[in-house]
Antibody, heavy 120, light 109 residues
Framework: VQLVQSGAEVKKPGESLKISCEGS????????IAWVRQMPGKGLEWMGI????????RYSPSFQGQVTISADKSITTAYLHWSSLKATDTAMYYC??????????????WGQGTLVTVSS | QSALTQPASVSGSPGQSITISCTGT?????????VSWYQQHPGKAPKLMIY???DRPSGVSDRFSGSKSGNTASLTISGLQAEDEADYYC?????????FGTGTKVTVL
């Protein structure tokens, strides 16, 4: 199982951004993929999760309306999208896959992380 | 939803056992057996150590064990080793979402 994320991004406030997470080595459509934020020097925050098989998506209340999670099963890739970035979106973002095909079990496989820096 | 509460730091000497607590509510930790624990070394992605309260993924040392009582889950590390020095996070399912704990820095003296 591998999750390979897109590279680091430097953006200005107000810009849009979509980062990606390509899954391989397993059945992409039968496991959920989660996104987790880690702000500099801070803890982990669960953002949301998507089931690529049918694009069923659940969001943390803290992130609902702030980001959009999507997936393209034809290229086994999940995405995290912002329409208008803020400086407070500066963080490391991880995609990750649960150990089983339940969305709520432990997250066993992690991408390498994508560092997003938002600064004017 | 609020983050689960963990002690900011726990320390122990090599060979000792330590326990990290993770306190939630009757809406998360107390309601479901979807409690997980993660280890994170600086600059690295988190690693799953325990899932479903007390199950260990393949390859994780049996020095790590998990339990739950009421609204509080616990991670015990026995036979503490230098390589166990890291940040540890718990998580729990709650209302079609997941919430992480505040994190605990484990120091091996």
């Amino acid at each position: 199982v591998q999750l390979v994320q897109s590279g680091a991004e430097v953006k200005k406030p107000g810009e849009s951004l979509k980062i990606s997470c390509e899954g391989s080595g397993y059945s992409f459509t039968t496991y959920w993929i989660a996104w987790v934020r880690q702000m500099p020097g801070k803890g982990l925050e669960w953002m949301g999760i998507i089931y690529p098989g049918d694009s069923d998506t659940r969001y943390s209340p803290s992130f609902q309306g702030q980001v959009t999670i999507s997936a393209d099963k034809s290229i086994t890739t999940a995405y995290l999208h912002w329409s208008s970035l803020k400086a407070t979106d500066t963080a490391m973002y991880y995609c990750a896959r649960p150990i089983s095909n339940s969305p709520w079990g432990g997250i066993d496989y992690w991408g390498q992380g994508t560092l997003v820096t938002v600064s004017s | 939803q609020s983050a689960l509460t963990q002690p900011a730091s726990v320390s122990g000497s090599p060979g000792q056992s330590i326990t990290i607590s993770c306190t939630g509510t009757s809406s998360d930790v107390g309601a479901y057996n979807y409690v997980s624990w993660y280890q994170q070394h600086p600059g690295k992605a988190p690693k799953l150590m325990i899932y479903d309260v007390s199950d260990r993924p393949s390859g994780v040392s049996d020095r790590f064990s998990g339990s739950k009582s009421g609204n509080t889950a616990s991670l015990t590390i026995s036979g503490l080793q230098a390589e166990d020095e890291a940040d540890y996070y718990c998580s729990s399912y709650t209302s079609s979402s997941t919430v992480f704990g505040t994190g605990t820095k484990v120091t091996v003296l």
